[in-house]
């Protein structure tokens, strides 16, 4: 059973315009969310995290939405950039830090 | 200059030979980890540890081992019981919302 979900496998989007990464879990019990940059046969990098008791955190030109109600998160890219081409992994982990759970990813292409 | 290294970056076995993974930090991290990636597939976690000598199974420990004898190291053995061998493996550390990676050891099994 997937507890972190990422419906979308690809995105490709035009340089300069919004890239609108989504992310659904099951587990109301999570409490931290982070996402993960991850390029070909590197190890994934973070990006930005949000807590729970937030709804938005923003870095730069990334900014990452929470909707705790709707068990659904967010990340989006302003603007985009070629560079940005890599898989995108949303993760979660509960209080107590035992483990972080992964989604499947979703593969952003950024189009110059 | 802190992190966690995986060696070697390639590895190539023979099928039916057992293989280990290194995976080092010196983060001063308690939690480590071992994840698994397949192409078209998320991180799938193999084996975690949240203190020496002690870990738990993920979601896919069947032909896997590990040890944690020290802080810093938390090798992972590759079975020959593990039906898909070849894939890309990655380490992971951690200390509270904090997850440090490393850069990843591609096993191919000929």
């Known amino acids: 059973d997937q507890q972190v979900k990422q419906n979308s496998p690809s995105l490709s989007v035009q340089e300069g315009r919004i890239s609108i990464l989504n992310c659904d879990y099951t587990?109301?019990?999570?409490?931290?969310f982070l996402w993960y940059k991850k390029y070909p046969a590197e190890g994934p990098t973070f990006l930005i995290s949000?807590?729970?008791?937030?709804d938005k955190n923003e870095d730069g030109r990334f900014t990452v939405f929470l909707n705790k109600s709707a068990k659904h998160l967010s990340l989006h890219i302003v603007p985009s950039q070629p560079g940005d081409s890599a898989v995108y992994f949303c993760?979660?982990?509960?209080?107590?830090?035992?483990?972080?759970?992964f989604g499947p990813g979703t593969s952003l292409s950024v189009i110059p | 200059d802190g992190g966690i290294t995986q060696s070697p970056k390639y590895l190539f076995r023979k099928e039916g030979q057992n293989v280990t993974l290194s995976c080092e930090q010196n983060?001063?991290?308690?939690?480590m980890y071992w994840y698994r990636q397949d192409p078209g597939q998320g991180l799938r976690l193999i084996y975690y540890?949240?203190?020496?000598?002690?870990?738990q199974k993920g979601d896919i420990a069947e032909g896997y081992s590990v040890s944690r004898e020290k802080k810093e190291s938390f090798p992972l053995t590759v079975t020959s019981a593990q039906k898909n061998p070849t894939a890309f493996y990655l380490c992971?550390?951690?200390?509270?919302?904090?997850?440090?990676f490393g850069p990843g050891t591609r096993l191919t099994v000929l």
């Open positions: 992971a550390s951690s200390m509270g919302l904090a997850v440090y």
């Open positions: 587990n109301s019990m999570f409490d931290y």
């Open positions: 949000i807590s729970s008791i937030k």
């Open positions: 993760a979660a982990m509960g209080t107590s830090y035992d483990k972080v759970i």
């Open positions: 983060l001063n991290h308690d939690a």
């Open positions: 540890s949240q203190i020496v000598n002690d870990f």
